[in-house]
């Protein structure tokens, strides 16, 4: 057990809709990173909040966003889910950089 | 362009045998480069964290090296168990403070056959 939960375990949705992915990262870590992973592809990392500050961004849709809290949860949101979007989702939290990432379960999406 | 990449793609070995699996980088200017062990449909685990100044690192029957000269990596399995088929995915950094560019490469499948 990393210590970062993610809610929920699975979603199935259909085309066009809008779901929230959730994450809480291990306790006393600032950093929140987010993570698509398709079905046999590698890990696209998504975008990185600090503290409730986005830090970095890599390969995110305009149609997907994400924040931070106050208590550091974070949730990532994706709206106009389209076919190609059905993935495993992760959340991967740290201190601060990204020296050591620890991982959570994975949130597997799937678009009808 | 900053890249990493694996070899091989997917690896078929019996139990007990050894495997070294490769990684290699051009991400600039590097902070540390990690290996992670994913078992299918869960989160990845780290199993090494290597900065500029290491060359070798262990975790239990695994053994990660870095030349960072030639900015190449590999990931020894020592006596490999059925429980070690899984991927394993090679990650660098190049880090200014909390800010961070973060590479994956795409990962070796390894299988491990009794």
């Known amino acids: 057990d990393s210590g970062v939960t993610q809610t929920p375990k699975h979603l199935i949705t259909a085309t066009g809709q809008r779901v929230t992915l959730r994450c809480s990262p291990r306790?006393?870590?600032?950093?929140v990173y987010w993570y698509q992973q398709s079905l046999d592809q590698g890990l696209q990392f998504l975008i990185q909040y600090y503290n409730g500050e986005e830090r970095a961004k890599g390969n995110i849709l305009e149609r997907f966003s994400a924040q931070q809290f106050p208590d550091l949860h974070s949730e990532l949101n994706l709206s106009s889910l389209e076919l190609g979007d059905s993935a495993l989702y992760f959340c991967a939290s740290s201190v601060a950089g990204p020296d050591t990432q620890y991982f959570g379960p994975g949130t597997r999406l799937t678009v009808l | 362009k900053n890249q990493v990449e694996q070899s091989p793609q997917s690896l078929i070995i019996l139990e007990g045998k050894n495997c070294t699996l490769q990684?290699?980088?051009?991400?600039?200017?590097?902070?540390?480069l990690r290996w992670y062990k994913q078992d299918t449909g869960r989160g990845p685990v780290s199993l090494t964290i290597?900065?500029?100044?290491?060359n070798t690192k262990s975790n239990g029957r695994y053994t990660a090296t870095l030349d960072a000269d030639t900015k190449q990596s590999s990931l020894h399995i020592t006596a490999s168990q059925l429980s070690d088929s899984a991927s394993y995915i090679c990650?660098?950094?190049?880090?200014?403070?909390?800010?961070?560019?973060?590479?994956f490469g795409s990962g070796t499948r390894l299988s491990i056959r009794p």
């Open positions: 990650v660098v950094s190049s880090s200014y403070s909390s800010a961070s560019k973060i590479i």
């Open positions: 306790s006393g870590d600032l950093s």
């Open positions: 990684c290699n980088y051009t991400v600039s200017p590097f902070s540390n």
């Open positions: 290597m900065t500029f100044s290491e």
